[in-house]
C-alpha cells in the first residue's frame, strides 16, 4: 500500500465530517473534472483545478444553486 496516500479505506475509523472532506480533497487531487449530479441529472461540470475543498463542499451541500 501507499504509506502517505491516505485513501478512503485508510480512514475507515474517521468521523463522517472528516471522512467526507478526505473524500473531497481526493476528488480534487486525482480527478480531472468533477460532475454535479442532482437528482440524476448533471447539472454542470467542472474542471478539477478551478474547485476547492471549500467550493465542492458547497456545492455537495447546495446543487440546487446552479437552478437559481
Known amino acids: 500500500g501507499d504509506a502517505g496516500g491516505g485513501g ?3 480512514h475507515a475509523e474517521a468521523p463522517a465530517q ?5 473524500s ?3 476528488v ?3 480527478g480531472n473534472r ?3 449530479l442532482q437528482d440524476g441529472r448533471v447539472l454542470d461540470t467542472l474542471p478539477a483545478e478551478e474547485l476547492t475543498v471549500d467550493s465542492l463542499t458547497a456545492l455537495v451541500a447546495r446543487p ?3 437552478d437559481e
Open 28 to 30: 480534487l487531487r486525482v
Open 8 to 10: 478512503l479505506r485508510d
Open 64 to 66: 440546487e444553486g446552479f
Open 34 to 36: 468533477v460532475l454535479i
Open 18 to 22: 472528516e471522512l467526507l472532506l478526505q
Open 24 to 26: 473531497l480533497e481526493e
